[in-house]
């Protein structure tokens, strides 16, 4: 019997690997006031005048809460059989309290029921960033209220869904619903808060995720699985010598200490702790407890990052300036750095032990992908999912614990206050008509799944 060849350039992926597709609740479900679903912060802070580009509002997205069927049968006619999606919390618990939306719970049994029918496998987040807005009006993430409110929430969902979903996500990109909507005032509730109100923010989201590991540990059932996704910090040193990766190594330990250096020392590390001084989060009794609880894999969203090199500081790294020619998306923030999306599982697997790490989004948004004869050529999203797969397969072959990707986004969506400007998906929506078309990318990216390598 000939050996079996070493995992190479042009080796498919690990039979157990999954290839899915992202997208969220608020960003494409609309109904936003439909089945007695509740406002959401979100669902506000549209309403806002010069909150979000063009007013858009989440009113109708891609009124996915009437399509799914149809949006299913097109996920599975690309050979999709992973979909991560979301809950809304206003949908289950309109007022944010103890009462339950019977018609909410429905829909998603009858959402689950048509994926099942499609072959496609539920990775659910339980929070995406729409907070019932009573909730937010009483301080939202800076009030212990919402702690206890997540805790009832979770256990109610996680209940209802246990037959029918076994892979569970607790929390989505704590930056952005902390630091970015109560420090930078970009997102809702779009507030410039103290870094004391902002570390504490952090932290009650931190407490959070422990309490969704707990109810799916109680209410899951049996194989049901759990973790966090996070968008990390992420740097990429400027070469791979072993000072640039020393280099690096600090500087993600540096600037991740306050999430995943959090819950994996199981207290917030004393580098951390001299940084924040005064402003330190205050933290209650049993908080650790729940926060470090063992999970059954991390999610990482990864779509850019920052170089680094060795220095003679006393941080021992330097983080490098982009040229202003720098290669981007449209998206001000999102510039093109592929190896970040090998660097980060990388240095997560090293610092932190996690075993099983799955990319639970990656992808780039343009403003102007006309679908011109029937399709849109979006070479450059073709080019960005070929460069960034190429590096995920690079780390399977490094050793790093891969067990999955999903792309972002599956449909073009609400793109939160960038609006409907701003598509990331792989299958363009008219939001006039709502006529969904695959793109290049869509096609480019069915081969891969139906391959299983990179193409």
Same mark, same amino acid.
């Given at each position: 019997?000939?050996?079996?060849?070493?995992?190479?350039?042009?080796?498919?992926?690990?039979?157990?690997?999954?290839?899915? =597709?992202?997208?969220?609740?608020?960003?494409?479900?609309?109904?936003?006031?439909?089945?007695?679903?509740?406002?959401?912060?979100?669902?506000?802070?549209?309403?806002?005048?010069?909150?979000?580009?063009?007013?858009?509002?989440?009113?109708?997205? =891609?009124?996915?809460?009437?399509?799914?069927?149809?949006?299913?049968?097109?996920?599975?006619?690309?050979?999709?059989?992973?979909?991560?999606?979301?809950?809304?919390?206003?949908?289950?618990?309109?007022?944010?309290?103890?009462?339950?939306?019977?018609?909410?719970?429905?829909?998603?049994?009858?959402?689950?029921?048509?994926?099942?029918?499609?072959?496609?496998?539920?990775?659910?987040?339980?929070?995406?960033?729409?907070?019932?807005?009573?909730?937010?009006?009483?301080?939202?993430?800076?009030?212990?209220?919402?702690?206890?409110?997540?805790?009832?929430?979770?256990?109610?969902?996680?209940?209802?869904?246990?037959?029918?979903?076994?892979?569970?996500?607790?929390?989505?990109?704590?930056?952005?619903?902390?630091?970015?909507?109560?420090?930078?005032?970009?997102?809702?509730?779009?507030?410039?808060?103290?870094?004391? =109100?902002?570390?504490?923010?952090?932290?009650?989201?931190?407490?959070?995720?422990?309490?969704?590991?707990?109810? =799916?540990?109680?209410?899951?059932?049996?194989?049901?699985?759990?973790?966090?996704?996070?968008?990390?910090?992420?740097?990429?040193?400027?070469?791979?010598?072993?000072?640039?990766?020393?280099?690096?190594?600090?500087?993600?330990?540096?600037?991740?200490?306050?999430?995943?250096?959090?819950?994996?020392?199981?207290?917030?590390?004393?580098?951390?702790?001299?940084?924040?001084?005064?402003?330190?989060?205050?933290?209650?009794?049993?908080?650790?407890?729940?926060?470090?609880?063992?999970?059954?894999?991390?999610?990482?969203?990864?779509?850019?990052?920052?170089?680094?090199?060795?220095?003679?500081?006393?941080?021992?790294?330097?983080?490098?300036?982009?040229?202003?020619?720098?290669?981007?998306?449209?998206?001000?923030?999102?510039?093109?750095?592929?190896?970040?999306?090998?660097?980060?599982?990388?240095?997560?697997?090293?610092?932190?032990?996690?075993?099983?790490?799955?990319?639970?989004?990656?992808?780039?948004?343009?403003?102007?992908?006309?679908?011109?004869?029937?399709?849109?050529?979006?070479?450059?999203?073709?080019?960005?999912?070929?460069?960034?797969?190429?590096?995920?397969?690079?780390?399977?072959?490094?050793?790093?614990?891969?067990?999955?990707?999903?792309?972002?986004?599956?449909?073009?969506?609400?793109?939160?206050?960038?609006?409907?400007?701003?598509?990331?998906?792989?299958?363009?929506?008219?939001?006039?008509?709502?006529?969904?078309?695959?793109?290049?990318?869509?096609?480019?990216?069915?081969?891969?799944?139906?391959?299983?390598?990179?193409?």
């Amino acid at each position: 019997m000939p050996p079996t060849p070493p995992f190479g350039y042009n080796s498919p992926f690990p039979s157990h690997f999954v290839l899915g =597709v992202s997208a969220s609740a608020p960003q494409i479900e609309g109904a936003a006031f439909t089945d007695g679903k509740g406002e959401s912060n979100w669902d506000h802070f549209s309403r806002q005048p010069g909150a979000v580009f063009g007013g858009d509002t989440l009113d109708v997205a =891609v009124d996915h809460y009437h399509r799914f069927d149809e949006d299913f049968a097109l996920m599975a006619a690309l050979g999709i059989r992973d979909y991560r999606l979301s809950i809304a919390w206003p949908r289950i618990h309109p007022d944010g309290g103890a009462t339950v939306n019977q018609a909410g719970l429905d829909f998603y049994h009858r959402l689950f029921a048509s994926m099942k029918r499609h072959g496609i496998t539920p990775w659910v987040t339980l929070f995406h960033w729409d907070l019932p807005l009573p909730l937010e009006q009483r301080g939202g993430w800076t009030s212990r209220e919402t702690v206890d409110a997540f805790a009832r929430y979770a256990e109610t969902v996680v209940s209802a869904f246990s037959g029918e979903v076994k892979h569970w996500i607790t929390l989505n990109e704590i930056r952005c619903f902390t630091l970015l909507a109560y420090g930078h005032g970009i997102k809702a509730p779009g507030r410039r808060e103290p870094e004391a =109100v902002v570390n504490q923010t952090y932290h009650h989201a931190l407490v959070c995720h422990g309490l969704a590991v707990r109810a =799916v540990r109680k209410y899951g059932g049996d194989g049901a699985r759990v973790g966090l996704t996070d968008n990390c910090d992420v740097c990429v040193p400027v070469t791979e010598t072993d000072a640039d990766i020393a280099a690096a190594t600090a500087w993600f330990r540096d600037r991740n200490a306050h999430i995943l250096g959090a819950i994996h020392a199981g207290h917030y590390p004393q580098s951390y702790l001299n940084r924040v001084g005064a402003a330190a989060p205050r933290v209650a009794d049993g908080d650790f407890a729940l926060i470090s609880q063992p999970t059954d894999f991390l999610g990482l969203n990864i779509y850019t990052g920052h170089y680094v090199r060795a220095s003679d500081n006393a941080d021992g790294y330097d983080t490098l300036p982009l040229p202003p020619n720098y290669p981007r998306a449209d998206p001000p923030w999102l510039h093109l750095m592929p190896q970040s999306i090998y660097w980060a599982p990388r240095l997560a697997h090293a610092l932190y032990g996690h075993q099983s790490i799955f990319i639970t989004e990656n992808g780039c948004g343009y403003d102007d992908e006309p679908l011109v004869n029937g399709e849109v050529l979006d070479l450059h999203r073709r080019e960005y999912l070929r460069s960034h797969l190429r590096e995920v397969h690079r780390a399977i072959g490094d050793g790093v614990p891969l067990d999955g990707y999903f792309c972002w986004s599956f449909i073009d969506n609400y793109e939160w206050e960038d609006g409907y400007r701003r598509r990331f998906g792989l299958v363009h929506c008219d939001f006039q008509t709502q006529q969904r078309t695959p793109k290049l990318s869509a096609r480019y990216y069915a081969d891969v799944v139906r391959e299983r390598r990179v193409l």
